[in-house]
């Protein structure tokens, strides 16, 4: 922007041309209007360099690192690098040396002196002479005194307070004394059991145009969601005249229809019917085998050519083919 501005300045004085009379002179003397501007160019020329020592901070983030926090950073991957070195050194004797640790502490924590024993009838005494803490002793004794027993040397690793340092030392000296039978009676207070058979309870065929939602719930497969559907799609139709009805359900699975099915009949002929000759054109779309296009088709028709004589005369409508025909006929009449 500096050089720009200079060179801007230079333009002006190039530019400027030169008088007929005293041209030297008047080509190196300037207007007021020129030397304002001049001024006003220098001037801004001279603020902007000053200002963009203390703007360019603001606009260029100084990333540089502080000398600390690269020597922090050095020390410590140095420090990672010797750690590596080190586990690398000692890869293949991490067996050998756990085992001389373990050994060390063992021998540095165990106070006691080892003797074989019953787990079962040794005393406070006993266990204290073995190098176990109070602590872990009144545990043994409470399990015992409730009526627990040790069944095995193994057993012991079971109880609560034993470091495995004491563990390992402990069950090779455990002797699991036998009564004098030779046998261990291990009374089982729990009733032996005994298999139950559950009957299948039995479904029953119900009246599908009579049948309320808790009948439908009791089908197989069917929740009070479809049990809902299936009610609220036989309102609409006016009642179902045949079992297969069911399944044009909205969101009813064939596969769950196909189990219901053999639980569905049918009793009596309950469907309501509609007058295609008093109906309205809105009558005729709530049915859902008609909606509007056929009730649509079936007004215009009765206003051409009158009413009805005879329920075939649908037929006489083009769209109406011998399958919808079939399908809307139970509902209609004259």
Not at 118 to 146: E, H, M, R, V
Not at 171 to 190: H, Q
Not at 224 to 250: C, D, H, M, W
Not at 302 to 320: A, P, R, S, T, W
Request: charged share 25%.
């Amino acid at each position: 922007f500096v050089i720009a501005s200079i060179a801007f300045a230079t333009f002006i004085l190039l530019k400027r041309t030169p008088m007929q009379n005293n041209s030297s002179k008047n080509f190196l003397t300037f207007t007021k209007k020129e030397k304002r501007g001049i001024i006003v160019i220098l001037t801004l020329v001279l603020g902007i360099f000053i200002c963009s020592k203390y703007v360019y901070p603001f606009i260029v983030k100084d990333n540089a690192i502080s000398a600390t926090t690269a020597n922090a950073a050095i020390d410590s991957l140095k420090e990672k690098v010797n750690s590596k070195n080190d586990y690398a050194q000692n890869d293949g004797n991490d067996e050998a040396n756990y085992q001389s640790y373990s050994k060390k502490n063992y021998n540095d924590a165990f106070t006691g002196t080892m003797f074989y024993f019953d787990p079962n009838s040794l005393d406070a005494t006993g266990w204290k002479k073995l190098g176990i803490k109070d602590k872990t002793i009144a545990t043994i004794q409470n399990y015992l005194s409730k009526g627990g027993k040790f069944r095995s040397p193994e057993d012991l690793r079971k109880v609560w307070g034993f470091t495995e340092a004491e563990k390992d030392r402990l069950v090779p000296y455990a002797r699991i004394t036998t009564p004098e039978n030779g046998s261990i009676n291990y009374k089982n207070s729990y009733p032996p059991y005994e298999k139950k058979t559950f009957e299948k309870q039995a479904i029953a065929v119900i009246d599908i145009n009579a049948g309320d939602s808790a009948a439908f719930v009791d089908l197989p497969g069917i929740g009070p969601g479809f049990s809902k559907r299936i009610i609220n799609f036989r309102n609409k139709l006016g009642g179902f005249y045949k079992v297969e009805q069911v399944a044009e359900t909205f969101g009813l699975p064939d596969s769950t229809f196909q189990k219901i099915k053999p639980y569905l009949k049918i009793n009596g002929n309950n469907i309501r019917q509609i007058n295609i000759n008093t109906a309205t054109n809105d009558e005729l779309k709530a049915h859902p085998y008609i909606r509007w296009q056929l009730a649509n088709v079936i007004t215009e028709y009765k206003k051409q050519h009158g009413n009805f004589k005879v329920l075939e005369d649908l037929k006489k409508i083009m769209i109406i083919d011998a399958e919808t025909y079939s399908k809307i006929s139970p509902y209609l009449t004259l």
